[in-house]
């Protein structure tokens, strides 16, 4: 397991490496002008892009400009993001903890949620509740995420007044600012009791409620579709007969033994989803005016920030290789019969 797990992590930068030819591959289908943007990394500089286009030799062929690209980035030099007016490498650092937070806050709801309510409508098949939960999830599965935010902006937050919209209100944010609370991971929900400040924390829960229940409402239905189909097909098994007719009990039956070897195919769907999460879920963060770094793409893309968009998908594609790595350690966890060589 050990070496299978070091492998995949001499991987990702393969994978890096041949994300990046793409991206640079696309790029070449852009201006000079606009390539020169991943290069600049003051408001200064902008109005001197023909400086940058023969310094770093834009007019050059892909391997050329891709070299120096690729010394840039070594060199810890992202680029200087037009949208949020400093380097990229420091917004990342800025905005990846509210994407985490608000991650974290949405995933573990929407997997207990979704294998819960799976489970119940496998193990009462074709039963009036087997038939409620799928037309829930399919009316959930089918509504955009958008629109469940708006709705939950509009009658939550602005009709009754409950929770609220960004991560903290901006007086607390303007005291934390011009005071000593120290940032130690960035999660205002840690922090917050980190720095012996649970109004804080409390208030970063507060607003978290509101974009995580709509992405639990839309997104655990897929899940609870997947579970559903996974259990049918394990409680059809013979060993789960074999179980039955040797007297185990249901309960034993469906949550010791199918239940877990139905969870396969949700691990699988699940991991990359918090993959996507993490980088930044960009609709949630803008309704919910969510600093985290989906906001921050979504308005690069407006703007044609190239700097800021190529920088944005590379640190996806990292994470994406990260959650696949954790969804094979996941497997072995759940069936220990997966063995890697």
Known sequence: MFNYIARRLLQIPVVLFVLSLII?????????????????????????????????????????????????????????????????????????????????????????????LGTQAATHRDSLLDQALRVVAIVGW??????????????????????????????LLIELAAGDFRRYTGLFTVDGLLNGRPDITLEALKRLVLPATALVIVVSAGIMRVMRSSMLDELGKDYVRTARAKGLAEKAVVYKHARRNALIPVITMAGPMLGRMIGGIVVIELIFNFPGLGEWAAKAALQLDVTTLLAFVMLIGLIMATANLLVDVAYVIVDPRIRYE
């Open 24 to 116: 640079m591959g696309l790029m070449q289908l852009l201006s000079p002008e606009q390539r020169a943007a991943a290069f600049v990394t003051s408001d200064k500089q902008i109005e001197n892009l023909d400086l940058i286009i023969e310094k770093y030799h834009l007019r050059e062929g892909f391997v050329v400009q891709y070299k120096l690209w690729a010394g840039e980035v070594l060199r810890g030099n992202l680029g200087f993001s037009r949208i949020s007016k400093e380097p990229v490498l420091t917004t990342i650092r800025k905005r990846f903890p509210a994407s985490m937070e608000l991650a974290l806050a949405a995933f573990v709801p929407i997997v207990l949620v979704g294998v819960w």
């Open 142 to 171: 089918s509504l955009p995420t958008f629109v469940v935010a708006i709705w939950l902006v509009a009658w939550i937050y602005g009709g009754l007044g409950w929770f609220g919209i960004g991560r903290l209100p901006s007086s």
